[in-house]
Each structure stands twice: as C-alpha cells, then as structure tokens.
C-alpha cells in the first residue's frame, strides 16, 4: 500500500485518505474512487487527491475487520457490521468476561495496523455490554497479516462470555453476642441482590452459635440434602477468620470437605475462605462482603457463578489488581482514619440541547409540553434545585431560546452547545468543560425528559455516591436493567471530554474498570417522553 498524494489523471482504483466535498454531495474516507468520481472531482476543480494506492493481496479496512472478527468463537457473543475499519463486539448474555492476555498480545504484535482490545479479565457484563472492539488502524492491510491474526484467533480463545449458572444458596451466619440482628438481617439482603445478577437465588438461610461443631453439622446436612439445582453454601461468620484452624475452614474439613485457599490478596477481602464438599462451593465471606462495594469476595463469587472452579493458584495470582477502593466506614491500610473527612461533592448537568426529532417535523418541542402546569425542562431544573446536587447545570441546543425563556429566573447555569446537531457528546463534552462542575467530585448526569424523575431519586443516587466515597460510578437501574440518571466521578472526566458523535457514556463506563453501584429507583428509570404519544401517556400536555 502507497499512501500519497495522486493525480486525477492516474487516480482511478484508489482509496481517498480524507473525505472530499464536492458541490453535489461528499465522497467519504476510504471510498474507492472511479471514473464517474474522478470526472465529478475534476468538474470540481480538483487536481489531485490525497489516497492510497493498494498493492497485490491488500485488503481495505472493513474487509481486514471483519475476517479478524469472524474468527472469533462467536459463543455467548454478537458483532456489529464492519464499518470504518471496526467491528464491535457485545455480550450475548449475562456473565462473566473471561480474556488471555497471552493471546491478544499476540495478535496486536502481528501488525500495527491490525488491534484488538477487550475488557479486562474476569469483568461481569450484562446482554449488550460492549466487551471488545477489532481496529484495523489505516485504509487497508496485508492480506497475509489479516490471515496470520485470523488462524491465531482460531485456534486460541482470546476471550470469551461465560454465561451464569444461576446456583440455589444457602446462607449459614454464625452469631455471638455482639453482632447485632439488624446486621445479620441487612447482610441476607444484600447477599440476595449480589445473587440476582447471576439468576442465583437465597434459598434459605441458617443461623447458628459460632462454634466449629455446630457449623460442620449445618454444613454436612446442607450439603447432604437432596437438591434438583447446583449449590452454594455462603458463611458469614460473625467473627473474621484468624487463622486456618479457625472456625469456618475447620468446620468445612470436619463436615467432609476440603479447603482450598484461607485469604486472598485483594484489599477489601483479605479474609475470604474458598473450600468445597463433594461439588458444592462453600464460601467464607469475608466481613467486607457486609458492605455492596466490590471486594474480593465478588471476585470469587462471579467466577463460582459463571461455573470455573477457583484454585488456590488462581487466587493467589490475584494481587496485581487487587487493591481496591476503600470502604468509607473503614481506616485506609495501615493508616488512621481522617475525623474531618470532606463532603463528596455532585453537581448536576441536565441536557437539554436535542433535536427532538421524534416528535416530528415541525411538531411540538417534548421539553416544552407541560406538566403539572409547566414546561418539562423547567420542571426537570427545579427538581434537581430542589435536590442535594450542590449547582444545577443546563445545556441548550435546538431552540435554544425557548429553552431559555423557559428556564428563566431559575438559579442554573446555562451552556449553550453550538454543535448540538452532532448528538449527545458534543453535550457532555460542554458540561463537563465548565468550571462551575469540572472541580466537583461527581456529575449527575440528568436528561431533561425524563418526567418520573422526583428530587427523591436524585437524592438517593447522590447518597450512594457519597457512601461509595465518591470514586464510583452510580447507576439507575428498574428490575436490573440500566436506565438514567447516572453520577460520573472525577476519575472519568478525561475520557467524558473525548467523546465525539452521538453516544453517551455508556460505553466508558463499561470499560473504564471503575465499581459499579446500582440504585434501582423503579420504573422511573426508563420513563423518558421521546414522542408526542409519550408525552401524553405519561400526562403531559403537547405545547411549544
């Protein structure tokens, strides 16, 4: 492949490097050019074009993607069409993403101009979570090079969706004194809601005095009943594990089973206890595992879930990585708490710069209908006024001045996105520029639509960003599934501020490797009003 500039005159065959305007249209990069191009080019004014001229066995960019992409097991896993070089690769089910390093090296080490990237190993992902991406960097590539990272790909997994095998729990806590019931009873809780993302269910739960020989009669009869479904047996016990002797890995001996691993180095979890009775896991958690934050015990519980059998070496082997963010409630390691710890602070940006093309051609503006008597966008900003965001945040766009007109008088901060017909980023990015929320710890993201939304809601998401200690992501979720609004933290503003086209910021969260928390706020999550048959389904009145 010759890349350069070319003359009209020899210009036939070749591949335009950047796109070029012509008065009746556009011919787009890497469109191959042929004669009637050349002749419309040259009625331009057009002498010369910068391109690329193919050689024998080169193959464009699409082509070179999407042989890479198809010779991945396509198991548990979807692909997008090829498309300026890039084919994207999503989760065909909820589970676990399981990828060798090993091998993606190998293939981003054949040529520059052929990469893939994934998600990191052993990531939880939902259907639809984007988990891997092939690049073919310039306009075309080496026939033999696409062919060389195709067999790799075939005969090695470079990465792979394991799907959940929802598992029937039973949860055994142990009791002394000083726990107290409310703890035990938060603790099954939250343990039921860390078992939905797989399917699992908490089949029962046991509490007994925290004695060796009382749990290893619980756990002998546990795993010796009969069950039509896989098992699980979880301990918390109310005392942390000391020692391998102790309470919880001795019980699972005396009941007939084997330890695998007492600790582990990930930090929250040191404490975690993996030990198994015939083919039933029995896992001691840890006392961090109380808490919703990730932690080690996650860690394991995913890989039990999604059906891998953990070793002593696999947890052992997973220090790098491992040291977690910290739980609010907790010292730092080896270091003392700080009293006067300051407030996380959220401000909040509320996006109100869209098209509304769904409403149709010249038809009424969705953030103008009224409810309850005002236009939605100035109800959305009074809502967020009235919540603990600590400044509220608009950014206009289509019909900037009605927008504004409706927003006046309020006590926000309007940003006006010149480039608003390039979809949502262009929005993002202008929010996140502006001083006023640039310097806070975290940014709720508000999409001005959403008529459900109470001041509520948004309080509770804030609330969950300051116990996480703000360094998470918070999520709305309704029965699982993922809604709006959500908090960015800090740590992801830089990459907030490279987005460009029409995509939010899913897909950086998804890959940043920063915790999840989800809040689930029902149905308000999903309610959004994007047609004027929404609107009045949800009791709005068509205006503007």
Not at 288 to 296: D, I, L, M, T, V
Not at 397 to 416: K, M, P, S, T, V
Request: contains cysteine.
């Amino acid at each position: 492949m010759k890349y350069g500039n070319f003359d009209l005159s020899n210009a036939k065959g070749l591949v335009l490097a950047h796109s070029a305007r012509l008065p009746d249209g556009r011919l787009p990069k890497g469109h191959v050019l042929s004669r009637d191009d050349i002749r419309r080019l040259s009625d331009a004014g057009v002498s010369s074009v910068t391109a690329v001229r193919l050689d024998d066995g080169d193959m464009l960019e699409d082509a070179a993607a999407q042989a890479v992409a198809a010779s991945i097991a396509p198991d548990n896993l979807n692909f997008s069409e090829a498309s300026t070089g890039r084919v994207n690769i999503y989760a065909k089910v909820d589970g676990l993403f399981v990828a060798s390093r090993e091998v993606v090296d190998c293939v981003n080490r054949i040529d520059p101009a052929i990469t893939l990237a994934c998600l990191a190993d052993h990531v939880p992902v939902r259907a639809g979570d984007m988990v891997a991406t092939v690049k073919i960097i310039p306009l075309a590539v080496q026939g033999v090079k696409v062919a060389e990272a195709a067999a790799l790909l075939k005969q090695s997994v470079a990465f792979e969706v394991k799907a959940y095998q929802p598992r029937a729990v039973t949860l055994v806590a142990t009791e002394l004194p000083s726990l107290k019931t409310s703890v035990m009873d938060r603790t099954a809780r939250l343990l039921e809601r860390r078992l939905s993302q797989s399917g699992s269910r908490l089949k029962k739960e046991i509490r007994i005095p925290h004695a060796m020989e009382d749990l290893a009669e619980v756990l002998q009869q546990v795993a010796g009943s009969e069950t039509h479904e896989p098992a699980m047996i979880i301990v918390f016990g109310a005392s942390a594990v000391a020692d391998v002797d102790d309470v919880i890995p001795a019980a699972i001996r005396a009941a007939g089973g084997h330890v695998e691993q007492v600790g582990m180095p990930v930090d929250p979890g040191n404490l975690l206890v993996l030990g198994w009775i015939g083919d039933i896991p029995v896992l001691g958690a840890p006392g961090c595992a109380r808490s919703p934050k990730e932690n080690g015990f996650d860690w394991v519980l995913n890989r039990l879930m999604a059906g891998e059998h953990p070793s002593s070496f696999d947890i052992t082997g997973m220090g790098v990585g491992g040291l977690l963010m910290e739980i609010p409630t907790r010292p730092l390691p080896r270091e003392a708490a700080k009293p006067d710890k300051p407030t996380v602070t959220v401000g909040a940006l509320m996006l109100a710069a869209g098209q509304a093309r769904r409403m149709g051609k010249d038809g009424p503006h969705k953030l103008l209908s009224e409810f309850d008597g005002l236009p939605l966008v100035r109800r959305t900003a009074q809502m967020l006024l009235a919540s603990q965001a600590s400044r509220v945040v608009a950014v206009t766009g289509h019909r900037r001045q009605d927008i504004n007109a409706a927003l006046a008088g309020l006590n926000i901060e309007l940003a006006f996105n010149a480039d608003f017909a390039s979809g949502m980023a262009s929005s993002l990015v202008s929010g996140f520029s502006l001083p006023a929320l640039a310097g806070l710890d975290g940014i709720l993201v508000m999409l001005a639509d959403m008529p459900a939304i109470t001041t509520e809601h948004v309080d509770s998401l804030i609330a969950a960003f300051r116990d996480a200690g703000g360094g998470v992501v918070v999520r709305s979720v309704s029965d699982g599934k993922r809604g709006n609004p959500i908090i960015i933290p800090r740590a992801a503003y830089p990459a907030i501020l490279r987005l460009d086209g029409d995509v939010g910021a899913r897909a950086i969260i998804e890959s940043s490797g920063l915790p999840v928390v989800d809040v689930d706020i029902g149905p308000a999550a999903h309610l959004d009003v994007d047609t004027p048959e929404a609107v009045t389904a949800a009791g709005g009145i068509l205006r503007g």
